[in-house]
């Protein structure tokens, strides 16, 4: 009886972590988003890097990412605006033809999670 209780808890720790890893994108390099940004549309990513410029109010606003093979601004309508040099985790939805603030972005990241 321990033995199919040991069993059956181990299976069931097994099938729960599969489902949350799968349930998390893999961090994505800045450099094949901009490469290929059709292929990232609408997709949920996750990149990593250093706030290399940022701008908004209000706690709204667009930041700049720089992961060293590239750059992209991330929008952010929650979480405010963090200051250059920040390193962040950013989770995100790719978009393509963006404004903001009176300036246009061609590829953009529509932030839903950040880690600092």
Avoid at 35 to 55: C, H, K, L, Q, T
Wanted: hydrophobic letters at 40%; charged letters at 20%.
């Amino acid at each position: 009886m321990v033995k199919l209780f040991g069993r059956l808890s181990l299976t069931l720790l097994l099938v729960v972590g599969t489902l949350l890893l799968a349930a998390c994108p893999t961090r994505t390099s800045i450099g094949r988003i901009v490469r290929d940004p059709g292929r990232y549309a609408g997709r949920e990513v996750a990149i990593g890097g250093r706030v290399s410029n940022s701008f908004g109010a209000l706690g709204t606003g667009v930041y700049q990412v720089d992961d060293g093979t590239g750059q992209i601004w991330v929008y952010s309508q929650r979480y405010g605006v963090p200051g250059d040099g920040a390193e962040v985790g950013v989770r995100g939805t790719i978009s393509q033809g963006f404004s903001f603030g009176g300036r246009s972005f061609a590829v953009v990241m529509r932030e839903t999670e950040r880690r600092h």
